[in-house]
């Protein structure tokens, strides 16, 4: 093989995307790859359990729910007798590559496999069930994780396989809901997945604005019930049609008892990464788990990583909390779940706009944005049509109920357009003055950084514009520069996976000949979608069809994914949370004076932190004519699309992740956000 590197062979069980990507990869490099069928169970089994796959075994998977190699508990893989018949079949195979796809009792009993390889391979030789030949040419097992588990309870990886698509049919039965909820006046009670991890149901509380939460993590202060009905009841008061109340199966009061929907009802009426691991493990090299880290594969000690999850801080009372990032998600549900009086008024007033196109997540800014904002005490007033509202003076004070039922809201509730302020400076300068805006918040894409850049080079003609601006990127484009992600990109890549999915499923059932073209809307002046569709038409004719799809508008509409809701949300709080901070630091004398760089800012996502970069810095990175970042990290993927799709590409190109000590402060800054 044209990359091999060594003689080693793989073997793996999981998750379709994964179990594709690793096969494939480890093809790829030269590897012989074994699929293992029905997890530990087959492991130790052996027999057909255990099959060589070729680049065509995991064709068509990749769009597969569950796991197709399948996957079992297996009691014999606890005892010793049962490791020590595993380790037979690997070694008969001349397997000592291992990929576990799975949980932390999974993970951790292939770490345990890993300690006693040397004493089971001994032990094989001396019932002269392999050779001491055989044992010394499988001396070493190396092995690497991947964590699949729908409750993202594992510490060390920002996601785990499986939450993303459990968190999408939450949100898809929510949504459903709705309608009749409002309709009929009704509460619902959602129970969700989540024995002993809430995070399932917490995070699909901030997506969908639940007005009640119940997790084990957190149990409910005594007399919960009166509480909550009372709760329900105010917002019933206000003019709220919905109430959704969601419950982790295994949320418990404050005794230990557990509360049910039943209850409540009545009460209220990764794969090349791990691959390249292995590749490059060494007989000192531990075994690791692949995860993720904002927008990066990293490598974390695995036992250390469960240990984590095992003795972890806990929350308020009785279970391990993963990391900091649950702990914040429940204080930030807790912010903007039931409206709590200001302290004291503040003396500051905050304008929120959209500009440029719609982006699915603009709504969950905006309204956690404004809910933020009553807390603090500050007047928020919300503008229409981005910065030519602005101009015209659309701009009305809102109050906390305004903004209720946004979260799930496709496009933007308060209208958006590309306008730049340049067109328009002095009617802004003469609304802000007579608004009294001491606080500038602009959801949109480039338009809405560049419209912030021209407002603050404007400075030095208008005092007025001497006040605290933040951009929070939203665009399907991810062209914003300051962030890796931006806002509504989540959606439109859902929204082009989910296109013309019939035709492509029922296309791949059938053609083992087949081919997939994705052309971005400007790639070329001359490559463009018909001549491309014109020229396999020709080559193919009579050897297969060729179709068009645009997708176009589509990736702009439609509700927004969980993690658009989720972040959106949290961009919003964040924002509003750092304006206000820079409004103290400025205001004296009963006024807001802020010229300094650091005074209007991009917060954007940038690998593991949230950060507030300024736009003046920004201004020194970006390609205006292309409006674009100058660097962008994700065209590194184009590598790793290249390799799996079988490209002839030199290994030396790869840069894959180096192996991350694992300690409680690195934890909390990995999954702070």
Request: glycine share 10%; with cysteine; net charge neutral.
């Amino acid at each position: 093989a044209p990359h091999s590197r060594g003689h080693f062979r793989v073997t793996l069980w999981g998750m379709n995307a994964a179990v594709r990507a690793v096969t494939r990869m480890g093809i790829y490099v030269g590897a012989k790859v074994f699929l293992i069928y029905e997890g530990y169970e087959g492991l130790v089994e052996g027999g057909d359990n255990i099959k060589q796959a070729n680049w065509l075994s995991v064709s068509n998977i990749i769009q597969l729910g569950g796991t197709v190699i399948g996957s079992a508990r297996c009691k014999a893989f606890t005892t010793r007798a049962g490791r020590l018949r595993a380790a037979r079949n690997l070694v008969e195979h001349g397997i000592t590559n291992l990929c576990v796809i799975g949980g932390d009792g999974s993970l951790t009993g292939a770490d345990i496999f890993r300690s006693e390889w040397g004493e089971l391979l001994e032990e094989l030789v001396q019932d002269g069930q392999i050779s001491e030949e055989v044992a010394q040419e499988n001396s070493r097992l190396n092995i690497v994780g991947l964590v699949g588990s729908i409750d993202n309870d594992f510490c060390g990886t920002d996601m785990t396989i499986g939450t993303d698509s459990a968190l999408h049919r939450i949100m898809e039965v929510i949504d459903a809901i709705t309608t009749t909820a409002q309709s009929h006046q009704r509460t619902f009670v959602l129970e969700v997945m989540g024995r002993h991890c809430g995070y399932l149901a917490l995070v699909s509380g901030l997506a969908s604005g639940a007005d009640w939460l119940f997790i084990p993590e957190s149990p409910p202060e005594d007399g919960w019930e009166d509480l909550m009905c009372e709760r329900l009841g105010e917002t019933r008061s206000r003019g709220s049609r919905l109430n959704i109340i969601i419950i982790a199966e295994g949320a418990i009061d404050r005794s230990g008892k557990p509360i049910s929907s039943n209850y409540v009802k009545d009460s209220s009426k990764m794969g090349m990464e791990a691959v390249m691991a292995l590749l490059e493990a060494t007989p000192d090299t531990p075994a690791c788990v692949v995860s993720l880290s904002g927008n990066q594969s990293v490598r974390l000690p695995l036992m250390e990583c469960v240990q984590v999850v095992s003795t972890g801080a806990r929350l308020g009372a009785t279970l391990p909390c993963p990391c900091r990032s649950f702990e914040n998600n429940w204080n930030i549900y807790k912010l903007l779940a039931h409206q709590k009086p200001a302290q004291e008024k503040s003396p500051f007033s905050l304008a929120i706009l959209n500009v440029g196109a719609p982006a699915a997540g603009m709504n969950a800014a905006v309204r956690s944005a404004v809910r933020i904002s009553i807390c603090q005490g500050h007047t928020i007033y919300a503008v229409s049509d981005g910065f030519e509202g602005l101009a015209k003076g659309q701009i009305r004070e809102v109050g906390w109920h305004d903004v209720a039922g946004w979260l799930g809201r496709g496009g933007s509730m308060l209208g958006t357009k590309r306008t730049l302020p340049k067109t328009c400076m002095e009617k802004i300068v003469e609304n802000v003055r007579k608004f009294n805006i001491q606080g500038l918040l602009v959801i949109g894409g480039f338009e809405a950084y560049e419209g912030v850049l021209q407002l603050v080079e404007a400075r030095g003609q208008y005092e007025e514009l001497c006040i605290i601006m933040c951009v929070i990127p939203a665009t399907i484009s991810n062209n914003v520069p300051g962030t890796d992600f931006s806002l509504g990109s989540d959606t439109a890549v859902n929204a082009a996976m989910e296109a013309n999915v019939e035709h492509l499923t029922d296309k791949m059932k059938t053609d083992i000949q087949r081919g997939l073209v994705l052309r971005n809307e400007k790639c070329h002046e001359h490559y463009t979608t018909e001549f491309l569709y014109n020229l396999y038409s020709s080559e193919g004719k009579g050897i297969f069809d060729c179709r068009i799809n645009v997708l176009g508008h589509l990736q702009q509409g439609g509700a927004p994914t969980p993690f658009d809701r989720n972040y959106g949300t949290k961009l919003g709080v964040k924002a509003v949370l750092w304006m206000s901070e820079k409004l103290e630091e400025v205001y004296c004398k009963g006024r807001v004076f802020a010229n300094s760089d650091d005074s209007a800012c991009v917060i954007g996502l940038r690998k593991k932190v949230v950060a507030f970069s300024p736009v003046t810095e920004l201004k020194k990175v970006t390609d205006f004519e292309h409006r674009l970042p100058q660097e962008q990290w994700w065209l590194n993927l184009r590598l790793m699309l290249k390799m799996l799709a079988n490209y002839q590409i030199s290994l030396t190109e790869y840069i894959s992740g180096k192996m991350e000590h694992v300690t409680r402060r690195t934890l909390s800054i990995e999954k702070g956000f």
